[in-house]
């Protein structure tokens, strides 16, 4: 596999909002947004950040262009579910893989606690993570993911997601230089 210490575009479509409500991306995608001004991205060295409520939906869409990034070693951070909150994850208590399917499915439990307007939420939840192992034809590879509910097997305590829906992608593509 290609080492690539370069540019990278990360583009993360992560959800975390504190509403009870259907909670999706706006387009689960593996691709760059065409629309994304890359040069400026990289030069602004910060995340860009957009929400929205559309068609019942809330959605987020946040893309970065990092530089001198080891991509292989950013992706396998970006799976690394066990250590979130380790990494400061925000708004995060929990999180463990509960079950692996394969390489490329498992299954995650997590919890989260926050406040909205000095109101304390939790979110107790499984999600089941496809990972697109093999880099595609840009050299980028990404995860889908989506809420599922318990199964009888997992031995985690709870099951209470604060979302009726939630589900999100994220995409790892080495930029050429």
């Known amino acids: 596999m290609r080492r690539h210490a370069g540019p990278v575009l990360c583009w993360l479509c992560s959800l975390a909002l504190a509403l009870p409500c259907v909670a999706s991306a706006r ?6 947004d065409s629309t994304l001004p890359l040069a400026a991205l990289s030069q602004a060295e910060e995340t860009r950040v957009r929400s929205g409520y559309d068609h019942g939906r809330y959605w987020v869409d946040a893309s970065a262009v990092y530089s001198d990034v ?7 951070a970006a799976l690394d579910y ?12 929990a999180s463990q893989v509960v079950e692996r399917t394969s390489p490329e499915q498992l299954y995650i439990w997590a919890s989260m606690d926050y406040a909205l307007g000095g109101i304390r939420m939790s979110s107790q ?4 993570v496809s990972i697109a192992v093999a880099p595609d034809a840009h050299g980028g590879r990404g995860t889908r993911w989506r809420v599922v509910p318990k199964r009888s097997h997992w031995s985690q305590p709870e099951h209470r997601p604060y979302f009726t829906r939630s589900d999100g992608t994220l995409y790892i593509q080495p930029l050429d230089q």
């Open 27 to 32: 387009e689960n995608r593996f691709a760059i």
């Open 125 to 128: 939840y499984f999600i089941e």
């Open 82 to 93: 066990d250590r979130y909150v380790e990494f400061g994850m925000p708004h995060l208590a």
């Open 70 to 76: 080891d991509a292989d070693r950013l992706f396998a």
